[in-house]
Every structure is written in structure tokens, then in C-alpha cells.
């Protein structure tokens, strides 16, 4: 089941982006971020009304959220420092990249994750799973190559140095999303409700700071894929949770799976954005594919 829902939650992912990439072209990113928060923090906020008010649908045990203690908030509030962050560095870099590269890079954060699940939680994989690792190593290399012609370099291109950071510091978030829930017991939705809460604080400090001093000069135009980027990662989220809740979880493998949204990605910069070189391209998604297949089929080998 908790393939089942990583998976799931891989497609919600790649609908995520493509509502990022819509939504920030020509647009502020700060604004955008900022609106992201505020809409995902809206959907849980009932979740967070129900420890006071008393409606049954709000108590039920499928939607409720414990209070917690002070050091459990303070937990999630580092998770949301650690997401934040991660989100800050990804859309300044989805904004300027092709969906094309930013996608396949994205489905480079597993490797991450793997290594530090492999240090951290003692987890390990079989030989299935070590195939999709690997190819997924040499689709970033392919990518590189490909990303050349269409004149971005690696090395000097400071939104993909921003992606790669966003990559880091989401692997990052995967693994403390572990600790979370198996070390420290959180419930999967007592994290994802008041950490959207704690996301919103920090991110309308940086809106005030960085963006409100400057906002002649920063166009902002809406949209309504605004909200819908909200939507999608609440409940590409959900899903990822209570995938690591499940028993059995593997975080490297989970991460892996959520990473296969890179489909998505790939075949709506093609037909919604009208990106280039995607022959050149072809050869790594098809690379990153087959590493799901891989991943997948290890999962149900190992249970």
C-alpha cells in the first residue's frame, strides 16, 4: 500500500510544478511562495480548529491533529525552516529553467536521501533497487550533456547551483521527515497541518522584508494555478506521509518513487511550454523510468 501511495503522490507532484511553472511566469516569486502558504495553511487550518471545536467530522480519527508538546512543535518548526528553504531555491529556479531540466535533476534527490538513509536509519536495498539508484545517476549525467544545448552550464548557471540546493535541502527534509515520524512518534498529519502554520509566519516575514520594499518593481499578476499549487503539494504530501507511516516504509525507496513525476513534468513542458531538445532528453527520462520500474519491483520483492 505505501508503494501505492508514493506513487500517488509522485503524480500530484508533477501536477505541483507545472501549476509552479505556470504561476511564476513573469511573476513575483516571493508573492507566489507566499500565497502558496497561505493557501496550504487554510486547508489544514480546520484540522488545527477541531482540537477546540467540537464537530464530530473534525475529531474523527482519519482527520484529527494532536496538540503537542512544546518540543514537538519546535521540531516541526526546523522542518519548516528546512522546507522554506527548499521551496525559496526551487521556484527561483523553476522560474528561469526548463521543466524539462528542472525535473530530471529533481529526480536526483533520492540518491540523497539513499545515502543518508543508508547512514542515518540502517536501511538498505536489494540488488532491484540498487539498478534504479544507478541509472538514475547516469540520467544526471545525460541531462548535463543536454542542458549544454540549449546554453546552460552546470557549473555556472546560478538557478541550476539554486535547484541543486533546493534538491539538497529537500533531501534533507525527507530524512527529517523520517526522524519525525519513526524516532520521534509525530502523527503524519499533526506535522504536515502545524508546519504549514509555522511556513506561513516565516514566510510573510521574508513577503515584508524582501519583496514589500520592492513591490513596484516586482510585477505580480494573479492566476488561478496559484491555488492550485497548494492543492497539489497538500495533497501530494498527504499521501507521501502516511506512506512513511506505513509499516515497512522505506524512506530511500518512498523518495525515489515520489521523484517519478518527472514524467509529468516532462510531457507538459513539451506540449504546455513548448521546450526544446526533448530527443536529447528522451533517453534520460526513459533512463529514469525504467529505474522506477526497477525501485518498484524491488519494494515488492522485499516484502
Not at 527534509?173 to 509555522?198: E, H, M, N, R, T
Request: with cysteine.
Amino acid at each position: 500500500m505505501w508503494v501505492g501511495a508514493a506513487f500517488l503522490s509522485a503524480l500530484l507532484l508533477g501536477l505541483y510544478d507545472v501549476a509552479k511553472k505556470r504561476s511564476l511566469a513573469g511573476n513575483a516569486v516571493v508573492v507566489v511562495l507566499w500565497l502558496n502558504t497561505l493557501f496550504s495553511t487554510l486547508i489544514f487550518l480546520p484540522l488545527i480548529l477541531g482540537l477546540e471545536i467540537p464537530v464530530s467530522f473534525l475529531n474523527a480519527d482519519v482527520v484529527s491533529v494532536a496538540r503537542g508538546e512544546l518540543n514537538d512543535h519546535l521540531l516541526v518548526v526546523l522542518k519548516a525552516a528546512i522546507t522554506l528553504s527548499s521551496w525559496l531555491c526551487g521556484y527561483y529556479a523553476i522560474k528561469h529553467l526548463p521543466l524539462t531540466i528542472v525535473g530530471p535533476v529533481n529526480a536526483t534527490r533520492p540518491v540523497v536521501v539513499l545515502v543518508g538513509a543508508l547512514l542515518l536509519f540502517g536501511e538498505r536495498l536489494n540488488l532491484w533497487q540498487w539498478g534504479g539508484v544507478l541509472l538514475t545517476l547516469v540520467s544526471l549525467y545525460l541531462l548535463s550533456r543536454a542542458g549544454k544545448r540549449e546554453s546552460i552550464d552546470f557549473r555556472e548557471n546560478r538557478y541550476v547551483w539554486a535547484l541543486f540546493m533546493a534538491m539538497l535541502l529537500g533531501a534533507a527534509s525527507g530524512l527529517y521527515d523520517k526522524f519525525l515520524i519513526s524516532s520521534c512518534g509525530l502523527a503524519p498529519l499533526f506535522v504536515q497541518s502545524w508546519f504549514g502554520l509555522y511556513q506561513l509566519a516565516m514566510m510573510t516575514l521574508i513577503a515584508a522584508v524582501v519583496w514589500f520594499p520592492r513591490r513596484a518593481s516586482e510585477h505580480f499578476v494573479w492566476r488561478w494555478t496559484i491555488p492550485l499549487i497548494s492543492i497539489f503539494v497538500s495533497c501530494a504530501d498527504f499521501c507521501y506521509y502516511h506512506a512513511l507511516d506505513a509499516d515497512g516504509s522505506m524512506i530511500a525507496i518512498v523518495s525515489m518513487i515520489r521523484r517519478s513525476s518527472v514524467v509529468v513534468t516532462f510531457i507538459c513542458g513539451a506540449l504546455l511550454f513548448g521546450e526544446r531538445n526533448l530527443k536529447a532528453k528522451a533517453l534520460d527520462m526513459l533512463l529514469i523510468l525504467i529505474g522506477m520500474v526497477l525501485l518498484a519491483i524491488g519494494s515488492i520483492y522485499k516484502s
